[in-house]
Every structure is written in structure tokens, then in C-alpha cells.
């Protein structure tokens, strides 16, 4: 069963730093593509980031340029978004998605419909 699993969330001050990870079950990433999103209540879900499925193609979101940075390392089928600098606007549940690509190559999509599989998501809160 094909499945992806996001741990790291939780509580933090505002300046505070969190890493997210997401790590895939029943496939292997070489060939997905990975994009983080985020939903806060009450709002749609936007993108956050993505990498490409050979790691060489990141892309941001404009509210997290600087202070996010997305990673993988597909020999243990896991992908990280560390965020540094967190704001109390960060503050949402965070999801983590795998779009299959027909070519390897430095592209992916700040897009949620070109995404097939989800996780199941994560809370993240920053608060004082």
C-alpha cells in the first residue's frame, strides 16, 4: 500500500525552527516528485515547496522564500522541510504529497492537482 507519513510538527515560538519529515512506504521516491502544502483554518490549502525527484529542482512558495528549505534523500525514501524563522501565520496543518513524473529530471509543481498521493498530515502551531 502506497503510503506517506509527515512527523516533526508541533508547538513553536514564533523565530522558532521545526523539521518536517515525510517518509513514503510501498514505493520508492526515484521517480516522485515532492511538494509540502499547508491548509489553515478556515483557508484553502496553498503550496509551501517542492523538489524535484532527482533533488536538483527546488521551488518555494513566496510567504516562506528564506526561511524554508526543502530536501530529499531518496536512498531512504524520506524528505525533509526544515523551517527556520517561524511565524505565527506559519500555523497550519502540513501536508506532504508525491506526484509521479514521466521523466527524471529538475522540475516539479507548486500545483496540489498534479499530485497523487497524500499524506495524512501534520499539525504545525507557532504561538507564544
Known amino acids: 500500500q502506497l503510503q506517506l507519513v509527515e512527523s516533526g510538527g508541533g508547538l513553536v515560538q514564533p523565530g522558532g525552527s521545526l523539521r518536517l519529515s515525510c517518509a513514503a512506504s510501498g514505493f520508492t521516491l526515484d521517480y516522485y516528485a515532492i511538494g509540502w502544502f499547508r491548509q489553515a483554518p478556515g483557508k484553502e490549502r496553498e503550496a509551501v515547496s517542492c523538489i524535484s525527484n532527482t533533488g536538483i529542482g527546488t521551488y518555494y512558495g513566496d510567504p516562506v522564500k528564506g526561511r524554508f528549505t526543502i530536501s530529499r534523500d531518496n536512498a531512504k525514501n524520506t524528505v525533509w522541510l526544515q523551517m527556520n524563522s517561524l511565524k505565527p501565520e506559519d500555523t497550519a496543518v502540513y501536508y506532504c504529497?508525491?506526484?509521479?513524473?514521466?521523466?527524471?529530471?529538475?522540475?516539479?509543481?507548486?500545483?496540489?492537482?498534479?499530485?497523487?498521493?497524500w499524506g495524512q498530515g501534520i499539525q504545525v502551531t507557532v504561538s507564544s
Open positions: 504529497a508525491a506526484e509521479r513524473v514521466v521523466a527524471s529530471g529538475p522540475v516539479c509543481f507548486l500545483l496540489r492537482d498534479e499530485y497523487d498521493y
